[in-house]
């Protein structure tokens, strides 16, 4: 997966905008003013920031070299992954969507069940059209 298509995948969830509050370099994705996920825009490899499940974190860490705890985040509830360097793009999608309702499920009741009711809204819609 290279940065676009993580750009895109990113912001195709319900309700999720784009944003660089830390400057040019670094593009902030987030639900409901939350940050799941942020995109280093000068790193090579091209690396990003997921929100985890601490025992996920660590049995990602385990699988993959090109995953490690979040860089200038929280270690526990973060990792920093390498997206274009071997991971599956199934995997990588895995992730967003993991990273993305973490958060969302953390917003106030009425603002995550609309995050979440829009998202299996979107899904049941592409696969009626296959």
């Not at 499940?53 to 860089?71: F, M």
Request: with cysteine.
């Amino acid at each position: 997966m290279d940065l676009a298509q993580f750009r895109e995948y990113c912001l195709s969830k319900p309700r999720a905008t784009e944003d660089t509050p830390f400057g040019p370099n670094v593009l902030v994705f987030k639900v409901g003013g939350k940050m799941f996920a942020l995109a280093a825009l000068d790193e090579v490899p091209t690396t990003v920031n997921l929100k985890c499940d601490p025992d996920l974190a660590l049995d990602l860490r385990d699988r993959y070299e090109q995953i490690r705890p979040g860089y200038h985040m929280n270690k526990k509830h973060w990792n920093t992954v390498e997206i274009d360097t071997g991971i599956p793009d199934a995997e990588l999608r895995k992730m967003i969507d993991h990273s993305f309702e973490l958060v969302a499920k953390s917003l106030p009741t009425s603002t995550a069940k609309v995050a979440t009711r829009s998202h299996r809204n979107s899904t049941a819609g592409r696969r009626g059209r296959h």
